[in-house]
């Protein structure tokens, strides 16, 4: 039988309340299987730490160290938002990676992110083809998007889905109890840059009729602010009050982003923001009732204290595949959820091919999607409800969540040589 | 022994994830003092609930009713922003008060709010003497701006101290997360009218060096953009990072407002917003880092989900106390929370007469903010510390906070005369 070789393993993209689930879920995989995987190198921020030889050594971690990763939101080990470019336009990078990867013998690479960082995975997947060095790839999905195709749902998205739920039925019964004097009229400002899977999951909170939030606002369907003055003024006037789920990523009929703040990310996406704002004072100015918003920001994908059992149990799930499968010989794809049935809710383990899945977003179908456009279907909540399901609360002390506190042991470098990514 | 009485209950002002634990202390004390209240009517949207003869009849709740309110956000009853004028500026609305209350027996005035309410119940206990109609009138404290006087905390706060301390610690992981490659600056406004309290409770989240907020802004401290800028660069340079915790109500050294949403409240107080977009620009365009910010507003009051234990303890006991004190005969004051001791905490139930209480705001003291104006003191983090303790999880169904779902019992109207407040 081969020696054992070493693995490497890194948070991408934005983070999540239970990202760190899914790197417990590789670390201890990986110690069950020492005859496959000897040391697990976490990236210090994601492929960076490959790039500038900064890999933490979790074999310093304890059992009980790697278990507090499980109840600690966003990315101990640091992420970052880094795209490796082609073959063709960047070859030092690649050859960074393996000068790195050999000199630490690195035989398994875990990338722990979305859609961009799906594509990362799969060009480190060819570097046996293309470059002459293989290295078993498999992508561990995240992201609280929900925007990665071929999987039932994005570990991270439904603790996303349930601080959305919570957080607009706790603000509905507010605007309620106020709204014959005071305020009338609230808008939560949600993440999501083009799928409107999070402002979804605020409508489950609108269970029984007056409900609220009665409108939500997606990206897939394009504002009309006619519409939808029209449909606040409806509201208040039949139920007092109205409350509003809006995507940060909701666009003009042609196209254009409702509100833009200016400067783009490393991947060149827009930095959004200012929806909620832009909305209040359109209610202001056009129908004169008093209005508050709120913006989640990162709120919502930090939200560790509200998190969903289920999404903590597939986050870690998926990170255990990831192993489970690089070990018997997988590579260049993702670990997916498969949904068996709705309810009571039944998942297993799947997994998708790379090329399928890169730079693929999965948006809202329609058919989730009311047919006014301001509201979810049936078919939404039955797909949605059940990744909001379990509390996995934290433990606490002295009235603060009891996350873990990380000191990391970086691995002295090999290489004798410094890079410095572009 | 004298025929008991009934009893008018009402909340008002803005609305906590644990006011209606005070309905419940008032409404399960009064039902063991069968001897002196018979039936204990709620106003529906507060004193407008008497003005205009809407009285729910709260002897149509069952226990468990009543108990379920000590685990739902908001008013129940309603709320309202409606401040009584002076007896000579408004005559024909004290007289309709006593119409109401005469017909409906009224013995007791049970008004749950903050310094401004607490005004109210001061004239409703003058009633008496300026108008013939003796009342017993107690005010039952509310506010999540803690900032009542003569009373340790203000039900209400201790929640919203949790939450923001509790945000604030996630938020400040995710940001250390990204802060290679992405955002470095995160800001999280928060609500608080003129007093810095909601801030402060963000500085708790820094227990140990290098954790978030680093820097926290207080309406007690004339913002100066130099100096505030010169300690997000300081911050962003040794850390890596910088989280920050602002209130919404901070003033340029001349004394205005640094963001102005425009537009006044009931009470003619300015109703602001746009603090953190700000501040966010100012970080952008002075020292171009990557930033991100949220707006808690209504969010931090209504987040019954993560609830003080402390805070819903003792907002339950102040119900329960105000009624305990009127059927001994007390009348115009407020009933306090009295500190007996720091660590163990340990507080008893006290009161202040409303004549002290009243439109009579308590800022921090300065002892609680540190030397250089951006965090807080060892003194504050004593304060507190105490009243973030204990989680006070709402009971869950499928995925969600089987918060009460209250159908109220209208009483009959007993005047035959409508009248409208002004």
Request: a negative charge.
């Amino acid at each position: 039988m081969a020696e054992p070789r070493n693995a490497f393993y890194a948070q991408s993209g934005g983070v999540t309340a239970v990202i760190n689930a899914s790197a417990a879920g590789v670390i201890e995989a990986a110690r069950e299987h020492r005859e496959h995987i000897d040391t697990v190198y976490a990236g210090a921020n994601g492929i960076l730490g490959a790039l500038h030889e900064e890999l933490i050594d979790t074999s310093a971690m304890s059992d009980a160290d790697v278990a507090a990763l499980k109840h600690t939101p966003a990315g101990v080990f640091g992420s970052c938002r880094y795209k490796l470019k082609g073959f063709d336009k960047n070859l030092a990078e690649y050859e960074r990676l393996i000068e790195v990867f050999k000199a630490f013998d690195i035989g398994y690479f875990f990338y722990n992110g979305g859609g961009d960082s799906a594509d990362t995975c799969l060009k480190i997947s060819q570097l046996g083809e293309r470059m002459g060095y293989p290295i078993r790839a498999v992508h561990v999905p995240k992201t609280m998007d929900n925007d990665l195709p071929l999987t039932d749902t994005c570990p991270g998205f439904g603790s996303v889905a349930k601080y959305t739920a919570v957080s607009i039925a706790e603000a509905s019964l507010d605007i309620a109890s106020m709204a014959r004097s005071s305020t009338k009229v609230f808008i939560l400002e949600v993440m999501g840059r083009h799928a409107g899977w999070t402002a979804a999951a605020g409508g489950l909170a609108a269970r029984h009729e007056g409900d609220g939030p009665q409108i939500l606002l997606f990206p897939e369907v394009a504002f009309d602010p006619e519409r939808f003055l029209a449909r606040v003024r409806e509201t208040v006037e039949k139920v007092g009050w109205c409350t509003i789920v809006a995507s940060e990523g909701i666009t003009n009929p042609d196209g254009t982003l409702f509100a833009e703040a200016g400067g783009t990310d490393a991947f060149g996406h827009k930095q959004l923001g200012g929806v909620a704002a832009r909305l209040a004072d359109l209610v202001r100015s056009e129908l004169g009732y008093k209005h508050h918003y709120a913006v989640a920001d990162y709120l919502m994908r930090s939200a560790r204290h509200i998190a969903s059992g289920t999404d903590l149990a597939q986050s870690y799930a998926v990170g255990r595949a990831a192993v489970e499968k690089a070990v018997t010989g997988s590579s260049g794809i993702m670990v997916s959820i498969e949904r068996e049935s709705d309810s009571p809710y039944r998942w297993s383990i799947g997994e998708a091919p790379l090329e399928d899945v890169a730079n693929n977003e999965r948006m809202m179908p329609r058919e989730f999607i009311s047919e006014d456009g301001f509201h979810i279907t049936e078919a939404c909540r039955r797909y949605m409800l059940p990744l909001i399901q379990g509390e996995a609360y934290p433990d606490y002390a002295d009235g603060l969540p009891q996350y873990f506190r990380f000191r990391p042991t970086l691995a002295e470098p090999r290489t004798g040589r410094r890079f410095e990514a572009a």
